[in-house]
């Protein structure tokens, strides 16, 4: 199978999966930990679900700033010509979702406040 592989020119096309790879998981990490460390949010579930040694009972269903972020943060990874293609997937992704989250929630914010009157 190796044999086979190689004949069939796997090697011309191992550097760009692997870059592809380089690419495509780092936005996830700096979503993270945008989220943990600077954002902190849903602080007070993980707080009690560490005090109980339990998972949380309820999450979000769909985080779709994370999703939007981790796909643009790949693709300014694989478009860029200049620096390393996974710090900046990795900064993109994380500045995006930060910059989501920030405007996300002060959209909300009025609108929570018109729901209680």
């Known amino acids: 199978l190796g044999t086979t592989l190689s ?17 495509v998981f780092p936005p996830i990490i700096g979503i993270m ?13 993980l707080d009690e679900s560490r005090r109980t040694g339990q998972l949380p009972n309820e999450t979000p269903t769909i985080g779709w700033a994370a999703i939007v972020a981790s796909i643009a943060g790949g693709a300014v990874g694989l478009a860029t010509e200049w620096g390393v293609p996974t710090i900046n997937s990795l900064v993109a992704a994380s500045l995006l979702y930060w910059l989501l989250k920030l405007v996300f929630s002060r959209a909300q914010k009025p609108l929570a406040s018109q729901k209680s009157l």
């Open 7 to 23: 004949v069939l020119g796997i090697l011309d096309r191992f550097v760009d999966f692997l870059t592809v790879l380089g690419v």
């Open 33 to 45: 930990l945008v989220d943990y460390y600077l954002l902190r949010s849903h602080r007070k579930i």
